[in-house]
């Protein structure tokens, strides 16, 4: 399976992105992304990714390091796992600012319009990424994340009575894409057992349909 970088497409993008931004809260906290996308695979899609136990430098590039977060990738590898892709899925946040607290951002978005503007940037960003990935199914395991995704014009979604889920209706390279809006998949928040086993199943049919 087709495994594209998007680490050069992005760094520059991030860095001028920052540079604007750097007074806000959150931001002197620099950037995390992922490092490279599989085409056309199933894409899991998160929030924003935690701030670790350092934080280095403004404008951080690592990328996400799996390994690192095996709590929170197990069970997009059992997903995966039963859908038959193995480990050839791939993991985007929609944020790329560091915080372990999702009330933090969103309690700071309603507050400061500026900060609201700055990740609409991101999301944007992310988004180009997708359409680069052109991926089979998507699945955004955050609720935060699903209400910001619903309202932004490249990601607009239609219910599919055909498929029992959404499809992506924007005009774009992911128009027609199955999405499914779920809650987180870890835990405290997670969902339940029965839940969690039913979008397992959900996902199977459409990875084995499209």
Partial sequence: MNKISIKSLLKDCYDHLWEGYKDLPLAGRGYDVVDNLYKGSLLFVGLNPATGKEIKEERLFEG?????YPKY?????????????????????ILAIRSTNQKEIKDNMAK???LKDFCQKQISLSLG?????????????????????????????????MIGTYRI???????????FFSGMLSGKHALDKGSFERLVWHIKQIVNRE
């Fill in 129 to 161: 990424m997708m359409e680069k990935a052109k991926p089979q199914v998507i699945a955004v395991c955050n609720a935060f994340a699903c209400d910001l995704l619903k309202v932004h014009p490249g990601f607009q979604t239609q219910f599919d009575k």
């Fill in 112 to 114: 400061i319009p500026r």
């Fill in 169 to 179: 209706t924007s005009k774009n390279e992911l128009e027609h894409t199955p999405v």
């Fill in 64 to 68: 996400i390091k799996e390994k690192n």
């Fill in 73 to 93: 990738f197990n069970a997009f590898d059992s997903i995966a796992k039963c859908c038959g892709v193995g480990y050839h899925y791939s993991y985007l946040d």
